[in-house]
């Protein structure tokens, strides 16, 4: 199984950025897909998630009504749309797979770097 995200970069204050997470080896809808960041110094945190079906989205308070999770079955992907991007949200993102019915986390992708400038 790879998750492999890509899109990330610099970009200034306000700015905007797509991330893509591309599956493979999986029954990509079968799983659920969460995107998640750290930043230098701190934990892992929970940015956002849809469910297999895209029935369901979910957000972090801090990116709510900035950020929407959306995915394409038909390419294995899901993506972050991320709008009016702060210092704040610098970290490298991850987007992980999460097996339908399942507690866990199942597999993670790479990463990829988004830094943000004032």
């Known amino acids: 199984v790879q998750l492999q995200a890509s899109g990330g970069g610099l970009v200034q204050a306000g700015g905007s950025l797509r991330l893509s997470c591309a599956a493979s080896g999986l029954s990509f809808g079968t799983y659920g897909m969460g995107w998640f960041r750290q930043a230098p110094g701190k934990e892992r945190e929970f940015v956002a998630f849809?469910?297999?079906?895209?029935?369901?989205?979910s957000y972090a308070d801090s990116v709510e009504a900035r950020f929407a999770i959306s995915r394409d079955n038909a390419k294995n992907t899901v993506y972050l749309q991320m709008n009016s991007l702060k210092p704040e949200d610098t970290a490298v993102y991850y987007c992980?797979?999460?097996?339908?019915?399942?507690?866990?986390?199942?597999?993670w992708g790479k990463g990829t770097q988004v830094t943000v400038s004032s």
């Open positions: 992980a797979a999460l097996k339908r019915g399942g507690r866990n986390y199942d597999y």
């Open positions: 849809i469910s297999w079906s895209a029935g369901i989205t």
